[in-house]
């Protein structure tokens, strides 16, 4: 599945992809000075809302309206998302 990001001045919207469907979608608050680790726990707490594995999530896309610069924060936090999955199934962790 693949994370997507379309951020804009106020307000980002989060889809998730499963091929061509959209299997979920959020809308948060955006906030520049968010950190990739905020917002990957955010959105790591919005996917096991939904019973998605993190395991599941393979990618990321962003778009913006606004300032693109507010875009990679979100990729990278997705690819945290990925990194903390795999290091927590390496040490044996049966979180979902």
Avoid: Q
């Amino acid at each position: 599945m693949i994370l997507v990001f379309d951020v804009g001045n106020t307000e980002t919207t989060i889809g998730l992809f499963d091929g061509r469907t959209l299997a979920a979608h959020w809308r948060v608050m955006t906030d520049a000075a968010r950190t990739p680790d905020e917002i990957g726990l955010e959105l790591s707490g919005l996917l096991r809302a939904r019973d998605v594995a993190l395991s599941s999530v393979t990618g990321a896309r962003g778009s913006s309206t606004s300032t693109m610069s507010r875009a990679p924060g979100c990729r990278r936090a997705a690819v945290w998302i990925v990194a903390s999955d795999r290091a927590a199934r390496s040490a044996g962790s049966t979180n979902p």
